[in-house]
């Protein structure tokens, strides 16, 4: 039986760096889809952040339809609101200073788009609990951090750690952007050989 073919339809370097962890062969190929125009508005945040992942695995499937494609989308939720990533630094701090003292929910999909169509997916959800932050910590750690394409306006895997009280979930790959426990099971699930 021939080994499938797997495209990451993202070529964020988080996702890659984590995506190679796994030693799966695959391509990392841009998605095609508008985030912003694509999201599916006045949906729940599980709603939007699933459908964002879906869309993405299917935005590749027409130029590579014998392969298996994996999307992925993260947002927080803070209280039933979305929060994307934030795009300038203006931005980023108006997120830390929503989120400052308060616990969110970082939602991250995982859609398995395989070549007949069928999709498979997955949702990690951690419950992060971010330190009461002042307006100078909040204006260093973003000069420092430059967190402007995460969610949240954290990047956990550098300075952002210092940003957080208490983490609450199981699969810690997930909060960088691929949660690769759920990447993982999908994999084996359509016949690949994860180590």
Known sequence: MATPTLVLASTSRYRIELMDR???PYRALAHTIDERA???HGADPLT???TLARLKADSL???HPEAHILGSDQLVDLDGHTLGKPGSAEAA???LRQLSGRAHRLLTALCLRHPDGRHAQAIDVHVMHLRPLDDGE???YVARDQPLDCAGSYRIEAGGIALVHRIEGSDFTAIIGLPLIAASNLLRAAGFQVP
């Open 22 to 24: 796994l030693g799966v």
């Open 38 to 40: 694509a999201e599916p």
């Open 48 to 50: 939007i952040a699933t």
């Open 61 to 63: 499937a027409a130029a």
């Open 93 to 95: 701090r108006a997120q």
């Open 138 to 140: 909040i204006e260093r």
